[in-house]
C-alpha cells in the first residue's frame, strides 16, 4: 500500500527556521506530484506548497516569500523549508502525493510545528 511519512516537526521560536521531508512508498510512480498543507486547531486544511512532476512549484500567498518546496535525493521525497517562521505557522502539516498510477490522493498522518517564544 501507498505511505507516507512525514518528520522534521517540532517547537521554534519565530523568525526561527524548520525543514520538513516527506517520504513517499509503495505500488507509485516513480515521480508523482507532492506538496503540502497544514491545519491549525478550529481551521480549515489549507495548502501551503507544491511541486510537480516535472518541478514546476506553487505555493500559497501566506507563505510564498518564506517557505520552499524541493525534492530531496531519493525517490518520491520532498522537502519544505521554513524560514522567517511565525506564530500563525503553527499548525499540523501534511504531505499530500497524487498517484499518477491509479488517480488517487494519499496523505500522510502530519508533523506538528509550534512556533512560539
Do not use: H
Not at 518528520?7 to 516527506?22: E, F, I
Not at 518520491?76 to 522567517?84: E, I
Not at 511565525?86 to 494519499?106: M, Q, S
Amino acid at each position: 500500500q501507498v505511505q507516507l511519512v512525514e518528520s522534521g516537526g517540532g517547537l521554534v521560536q519565530p523568525g526561527g527556521s524548520l525543514r520538513l521531508s516527506c517520504a513517499a512508498s509503495g505500488s507509485i510512480s516513480s515521480i508523482n506530484p507532492m506538496g503540502w498543507y497544514r491545519q491549525a486547531p478550529g481551521k480549515e486544511r489549507e495548502f501551503v506548497a507544491r511541486i510537480a512532476g516535472g518541478g514546476t512549484t506553487n505555493y500559497a500567498d501566506s507563505v510564498k516569500d518564506r517557505f520552499t518546496i524541493g525534492r530531496e535525493n531519493a525517490k518520491n521525497t520532498v522537502f519544505l523549508q521554513m524560514n522567517s517562521l511565525k506564530p500563525e505557522d503553527t499548525a499540523v502539516y501534511y504531505c499530500n502525493l497524487f498517484n499518477i498510477w491509479d488517480g488517487k490522493n494519499y496523505w500522510g498522518k502530519g508533523t506538528l510545528v509550534t512556533v512560539s517564544s
